[in-house]
């Protein structure tokens, strides 16, 4: 799929229940860049992540980053609004100290073992 410039590439990787709630994971596998300490994810992401989540609302879509830290899209552009961005434009550039624990979003791992 990311070989291609179908929209569905940029659609979620998983559908997982929290509770009674449907949420919506997108895997991003690479870990925050050793020099910047900056997650690096690109602006086509982003905008398809935020139709995603108005199009299925209340349905949340997570970014779940190597480091197992967790964003949301809006928090991506919040978060970016005023800071530095990539000299193309083509990503947005998140501190990595930005993100939520994964355990703050999606509970801990005993927690999630019981439901």
């Known amino acids: 799929m990311s070989r ?3 929209a569905l590439r940029h659609f979620p990787d998983l559908i997982a229940a929290r509770g009674a709630e ?3 994971i997108d895997a991003k596998d690479r870990m925050p860049s050793t020099d910047t300490d900056r997650y690096a994810i690109s602006a086509a992401t982003v905008n398809a992540g935020l139709l995603f989540t108005a199009a ?3 349905t949340p879509l997570y970014y779940v980053f190597g480091n197992l830290k967790v964003l949301t899209p809006a928090e991506v552009v919040h978060r970016t609004a005023h800071a ?3 000299r193309s434009g083509a990503f947005h550039l998140v501190r990595t100290e930005r993100a ?3 355990d703050d979003v999606f509970g801990p ?3 999630l073992a019981a439901a």
């Open 109 to 111: 791992e005993s927690t």
């Open 100 to 102: 939520h624990r994964f």
């Open 84 to 86: 530095l961005r990539h």
């Open 4 to 6: 291609t410039r179908s």
């Open 22 to 24: 449907l949420v919506t």
């Open 56 to 58: 299925h609302a209340p």
